[in-house]
């Protein structure tokens, strides 16, 4: 953990209630994917956890290591690659645009990707209304992150947001860094699935890009409650991730839950190695039962106090006794909970 101090370099609402920060500073303390930060705002004596959705760090090279693998597929970080060769076995530009031709019932995006693996995603995509909102709708495109900078997406729930939300350009947080364990990339296998409720598809965008840097080509099923709420689904589209939709009231894409995408993507006969979610308690309890046989990790969004250990006020009951989401988590095993 570190304190640090944070200048703001932007501050925009991105979708409804929902705004995309850019601090400049030290975030070296930042290593993992689903690692959060804790932010002092104003007067409160309590700060506000928020996930890191990205980082630029000098420390950990991240850029380069990221331009390295896209370089390596023979494309920019922003253009989509069109050669993707390994990730889930073979040609999988081929094998990703046929399942989703046989899914056009109900999940709209990247349906009319031909099949023949060598056309650019991006613009094949954009015969499609949805998938041409897919690529229109990328934050980073437009909020491009730079050297020395972490990215949070934050949805404005009270007092504390409302007063992040408010902040301008320039402006200094004082901001504790590094803060949990992360998701673990080892376990992720060829072909991971990820799988973000609302604001909690925030980190899924350091994880894909991390795993694309890997060689590993992810599939992201994404759940908000109407259009107006959707978030970062142009952004893992473009940097390579095949990207399924879900909307409670059915207004984008699959109408219906991500456990309803999961279950769609298993009719297919998909199959992924490993699953990363993030989300609200019920969503990670649907996700939990719908992944049957399937091993993975949960990122929790407790209520904290503290936010460094010291409370238990972040409490979770595993079959290893309590642990605290903030210090032992915020990820855990799927093997870690007691929820059969
Ligand atoms: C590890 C972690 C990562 C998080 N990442 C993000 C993120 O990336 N983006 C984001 O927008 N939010 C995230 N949250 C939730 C965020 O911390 C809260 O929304 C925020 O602290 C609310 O502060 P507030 O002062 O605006 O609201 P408050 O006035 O404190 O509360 C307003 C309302 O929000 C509810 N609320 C407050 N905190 C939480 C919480 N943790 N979970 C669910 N409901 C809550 C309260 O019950 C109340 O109804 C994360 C929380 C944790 C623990
Ligand atoms: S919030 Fe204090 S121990 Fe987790």
Not at 37 to 58: A, Q, W, Y
Not at 172 to 197: E, S
Not at 218 to 234: N, S, Y
């Amino acid at each position: 953990m570190k304190q640090v101090q944070l200048r703001i370099q932007s501050n925009v609402e991105i979708a409804d209630n929902v705004f995309c920060m850019v601090m400049e500073g030290d975030v070296g303390a930042i290593t993992a994917p689903g690692q959060f930060i804790n932010i002092r705002i104003g007067e409160k004596f309590l700060r506000r956890p928020i996930s890191v959705c990205d980082v630029d760090t000098v420390a950990t090279g991240t850029k380069r290591i990221e331009k390295e693998a896209a370089e390596a597929f023979g494309a920019s970080l922003y253009n989509t690659p069109e050669t993707w060769n390994r990730g889930r076995g073979g040609d999988t530009l081929s094998q990703s645009g046929s399942s989703k031709e046989a899914l056009t019932a109900g999940i709209t995006d990247l349906k009319d990707v031909p099949a023949d693996g060598d056309a650019d995603r991006s613009t094949a995509a954009s015969g499609s209304g949805d998938s041409a909102q897919l690529q229109n709708d990328c934050i980073f495109r437009e909020i491009p992150p730079v050297e020395g900078t972490v990215t949070i997406l934050y949805k404005v729930v009270g007092e504390g947001t409302k007063a992040l939300a408010a902040c301008r350009r320039d402006e200094v947080l004082d901001v504790l860094t590094g803060l949990g364990n992360g998701f673990d990339i080892r376990f992720a296998g060829d072909a991971p699935l990820l799988i973000g409720g609302g604001i909690g598809s925030a980190p899924m965008m350091m994880l894909a890009k991390q795993l694309i840097s890997d060689g590993v080509r992810p599939t992201a099923v994404l759940g908000f409650r109407g259009k107006e709420d959707m978030i970062l689904q142009g952004d893992l589209y473009e940097i390579g991730c095949d990207v399924y939709v879900a909307t409670e009231d059915g207004s984008y894409g699959r109408k219906g839950f991500v456990t309803d995408l999961m279950e769609d993507l298993k009719q297919q006969g998909l199959e992924f190695s490993y699953f990363y979610a993030c989300g609200p308690s019920p969503m990670l309890h649907a996700v939990y039962r719908a992944s049957g046989n399937l091993d993975g990790q949960l990122s929790f969004e407790e209520r904290m106090g503290c936010g460094f250990g010291a409370c238990m006020g972040c409490s979770l009951e595993t079959k290893n006794g309590p642990k605290r989401v903030c210090k032992d988590g915020p990820v855990f095993l799927k093997s870690e909970l007691n929820w059969d």
